[in-house]
């Protein structure tokens, strides 16, 4: 392996040559995130907010974190998986220390963030922390130039942290090219585990040929393709659409250890009805993405809380496979349908309805949607209630407006996995099994 | 007064100058709905599904609205107000009988129309039907032409109705601006006491100079001005933005016993978060609109139910001087400020947020809100915080992204009314107390 040590003074082109000439051959094994991350991320539900002195309950500082971090410990998340907390822009202090490392802003967080790294391994959970690409952070706060990788990959692991992400503010296409790569490499040089979240695809509009999905899943644990979520519905389902849109091109992407991110859940705020909730979950879990609640945990509602909760969507979503599914119908009547193949011969369906009115009474069967002669056992993961179908059996989801019918089908007897993605009664949507690379 | 009895062979043009000529002579004077009107409207949440067979629960039938009564009667909602129970589209047989007359579906309503209005009588509860200014409903089942305007009013009132809304499909300005009108003196002529909603204005764009407002007062208790809304939050916002965009022709047309319609209240149904639920609730009791629940009140949530039967805010929407309020302030933050006055020296006062990120700390003060000089008791409808403020004191209400603070202002000791709406201290926006011309 290369060794980079960079300075400031290094010329530019030079870092270019090197980057290019390493990249294909260098390849992330970290190990980390083999089925997509869980946890908690501050960004969207308390994003730069560092007024302690008039808001000091929802200020960023490790108060936060540590309140965070006692709901996911005393109230039943970390059992279920959601086990990273993860600081967003606006920790750090505006200056760099003496000796030119980040630190933390020594007000709001007076420990440290080595301290609360401690505080969250105490309990099982991890810590994540947020750097930007670039000469500031969105919220102007430093940045890690090209220079600074090494020594910010360095003191996040001194630190103890087990996640980055990375931001893109004020950096072109040319640096993003070279520093998002060198951080992989700076990170696993630590030799400790850093997982590795990149926002470096929004910044380049997520699509080929300008972003390299190849690479990505090189370099990268996790990376955001899209805009930021908002704690809106139109926010949500605009994110939803651009990633089924795109699914020919991002869910080849995906598989254990590399996931497409489209940013946080935002269940359990103020924008989203429990039928919109409930369709956040289900479509995530579809997408095989990374569960990071943006939230407040201190006062989640229950009925917000049942929903993250949901064992078997957190299942569906965390299984083994890693195959990001896909939409597979779009009907005229606005409602979808959405299906992930899963292990043990399992796959997920979800039925979507677009509409406004009313609910929707959407009549279909199995073979309809590509599932090959036999009987099903399939499970309405919100309601748990149990049917068996045969392959030709016509039903009726009622499914609500801007809500979901979400079920895990499973295929008992002598049904194989293969049969039910490669059968042959696949109409309306083709699914190429060998898309999916790990198939 | 004139007396028409039209023939369906009547010629069209005698039509039009007998109508122009005694159109402003003539006004409603039915005594109802001195308040805004509170009830029950099938449209939103049950539209025309006459699936019976398959839906029998929720199939537009005389059992649908005998459930609703039912839940009307017995789960509080009646003691509150909320006692129309309006059947809209979709109820009638798609031809009328041997002598002309309307005639409900017979297999959906077998009791017809008279008997559920004495179920509802027999409960102190309203009965509402639906007809159509035109050839057709929007839904193509039998309208209302101009020659079957008397008929219809008299089968109604026959039936013991207590309430017309009267939409506008398959009709033309010209035929609107007859019918409208002659419907109003029809219901009149029978001598029954029959509340008439129409939907002229929505049809006519909503505003001057094609509509008139001050004839709408003369003839409707209530019009639809604008489209229909849907189960979604990007609805419930852009009908409250019309209103209030439109707030100085509309604010003065409404007043007791003739009121600005924005649609139904869609809370407990599929598309509202808790948040924006209570934003409707708020912004069409600032608005003195009608409170129509278009829901299911067989299986609505507590959490929706509770803002629905909020005492306090239902009182600010009946204040019994019925004066619609305005939105007072934008800031460029997303809060806005609105503002009704009430009865008793008292106003009520909404901050609302745009917002889709996070609760947002808005700091002014009531003298910013143009009150004048003195205390004011405040409660805060939804929390039952009380606070007593001085018109200097500033302030932090913090407002849930799509959200409300909604405050009870009043004003005790020597505070008159007349010195809140008419104080020196209008600052941003200037407040023409003799808009509401009924001051």
Redesign the interface.
Known sequence: RLFFFFTSGMHFAVLIFASVATMTAFALDNGLMRTPPMGWLAW????C?IDCT??PK?CISENLFIDMADRLYEDGWKELGYVYVNIDDCWSSMDRDKDGRLQADPKRFPGGINKLARYMHDRGLKLGIYGDMGTHTCGGYPGTTVDKIEIDAQTFADWEVDMLKFDGCYSNAVEQELGYPLMSKALNATGRPIAYSCSWPAYQGGLPPKVNYTQLGQICNLWRNYGDI??????VLSIADWFFENQDVLAPAAGPGRWNDPDMLVIG????????SRSQMALWAIMAAPLFMSNDLRTI?SGARSILQNKMIISINQDPLGIQGRRILKEKSGIEVFWRPLSNNASALVFFSRR????Y?YETSLSKLNYTTGSYKVTDVYTDQIDVLKDSTEF?VSV????VVMWYVSAPGKLQYHQIIRGDKLRRHKYDAKQNNFL
């Open positions: 969207e539900r308390f994003r907010d008039n808001d929802n908002q704690d809106s519905w139109g926010s705020d103020f924008g989203l009805s429990m039928d919109q509602s406004t009115d009313m609910p009474r009726v609500n407006p801007t809500g």
